[in-house]
Antibody, heavy 121, light 106 residues
């Protein structure tokens, strides 16, 4: 069974940094692209970043480009999102998600449970 | 970026009725569209991918159709557990975007 266990959220001041983790199990982690998607509580969904299976290709939404860095450690089957220069508008629930099939990028399936990041002074 | 517009925002129906949800893309996305279901306090769940393919384990009540710019999610004979928010998403080009969601309520 695929499991994605997220950690690392919390309250952070504007301008601060935070790292989210997504520990994966139940599948050949290095064969799958992985993703981060966020959701402002009560609002819609926003894709923010994708990384290829070997980590050689990364993609970012304009809203986080230059501030957030996606990475992965295939030996630890863990996905990361390093978030810097955080702003109030980054307050959201952050989900990690596995790509549906191995190989290239694909649909989000399944998703982690989500972790809340609150940016406030 | 490609904008996905979902309609209606809210759909009020009774169990046993059929729900028809629409997702319109601002430009052609071929069949690069998926549908997700989200219940309160839970992450989204993939239901339909590539416009019309049902994920393994998803009830046959759910079906997707469309291509190009107009897509539909149909839920036949609504069950109590189907009342939720539904999002469409494309992966035709970066950035991938989601529609704003349709809430199916009792």
């Amino acid at each position: 069974e695929v499991q994605l266990l997220q950690s690392g959220g919390g309250l952070i001041q504007p301008g601060g940094s935070l790292r989210l983790s997504c520990s994966a199990s139940g599948f050949a982690f290095s064969s799958y692209a992985m993703n981060w998607v966020r959701q402002i509580p009560g609002k819609g969904l926003e894709w923010i970043s994708t990384i290829s299976g070997q980590g050689s290709n990364t993609y970012y939404a304009e809203s986080v480009k230059g501030r957030f860095t996606i990475s992965r450690d295939n030996s630890k089957t863990t996905l990361y999102l390093e978030m810097n220069s955080l702003r109030a508008e980054d307050t959201a629930v952050y989900f990690c998600a596995k790509s549906r099939i191995a190989g290239g990028t694909n649909w989000f399936h399944p998703w982690g449970q989500g972790t809340l990041v609150t940016v406030s002074s | 970026e490609i904008v996905l517009t979902q309609s209606p925002a809210t759909l009020s129906l009774s169990p046993g009725e059929r729900a028809t949800l629409s997702c319109r893309a601002s430009e052609s996305i071929s069949n690069y569209l998926a549908w997700y279901q989200q219940k309160p306090g839970q992450p989204p769940r993939l239901l339909i991918y590539d416009a019309s393919n049902r994920v393994t384990g998803i009830s046959a009540r759910f079906s997707g159709s469309g291509s190009g710019t107009d897509f539909t999610l149909t839920i036949n004979s609504l069950e109590p557990e189907d009342f939720a928010v539904y999002f469409c998403q494309h992966r035709s080009a970066w950035p991938w975007t989601f529609g704003q969601g349709t809430k199916v309520e009792i």
